[in-house]
């Protein structure tokens, strides 16, 4: 009996180890189709995909609200033609890697469609 309640305690800490807040990649955050939210989506993306170039200093900040509705990132509600689309798409220069599957990128686009917002 003891080693039932021994293997019990194991599974149950294996299952707190393995909760959804261990998310370590870009790619395992999950958006849904509609109502894209930058808190729960997009803030946690760049900051495992794009915030070790993209920090506070730095020319381009991902890692605020702000910083993301820069000029040179998503500069007006709904625009899927701004400066974040075209590095992700690979339809501008950029000096990094961009480690997001389609999935994320349709994600990211959805919620520029959706008006960027600070939700
Ligand atoms: C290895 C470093 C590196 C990584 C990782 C990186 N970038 Fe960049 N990115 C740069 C540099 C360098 C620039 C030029 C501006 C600057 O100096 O900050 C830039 C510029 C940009 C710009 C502005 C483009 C323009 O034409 O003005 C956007 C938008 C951008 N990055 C988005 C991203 C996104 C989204 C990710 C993550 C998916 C990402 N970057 C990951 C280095 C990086």
Not at 8 to 25: E, K, W
Not at 53 to 74: E, I, K
């Amino acid at each position: 009996m003891g080693s039932f309640y021994y293997i019990f305690a194991l599974g149950v800490l294996l299952m707190i180890g393995c909760s959804s807040s261990d998310i370590t990649s870009a790619n395992d955050i999950v958006f849904p189709s509609k109502n894209v939210s930058f808190k729960g989506q997009v803030e946690p993306l760049f900051s495992l995909a794009c915030n070790s170039c993209h920090s506070p200093g730095n020319t381009v900040d991902l890692s605020s609200f702000v910083g993301v509705r820069a000029t040179r990132v998503v500069n007006q509600p709904g625009d899927t033609n701004c400066g974040l689309m075209q590095v992700i798409y690979g339809r501008a220069t950029h000096l990094g890697p961009v480690n997001i599957d389609n999935i994320r990128k349709q994600g990211l686009k959805q919620w520029v469609i959706e008006g960027a917002q600070d939700n």
